[in-house]
């Protein structure tokens, strides 16, 4: 088990660490890479699921994938 300091349930780390807080960072994260809108950046999500390596996931939680996943038998 790895825990992950002011992480929510998404492992995203927002400042305040409430859910009004998560939504408030996520429409800013998503304005800020030229969508309107939470709703927008999600529907080209679904068009694109790639565009998900853009979420700002807490410090570390992908290092800990990525060594897990070299750990797997090939």
Known sequence: MELFPNANHDLAAPAT???HGHKQ???KYVQSLGYESLESA????QD???LM???PFAPG???LIEEWLRG???
């Open 61 to 63: 939680y992908l290092d």
């Open 17 to 19: 660490g409430c859910p």
């Open 48 to 50: 694109n699921p790639e």
């Open 53 to 55: 390596n853009q979420f």
């Open 42 to 45: 999600m529907a080209a999500i």
């Open 25 to 27: 960072m996520l429409e």
């Open 72 to 74: 797997l038998p090939s």
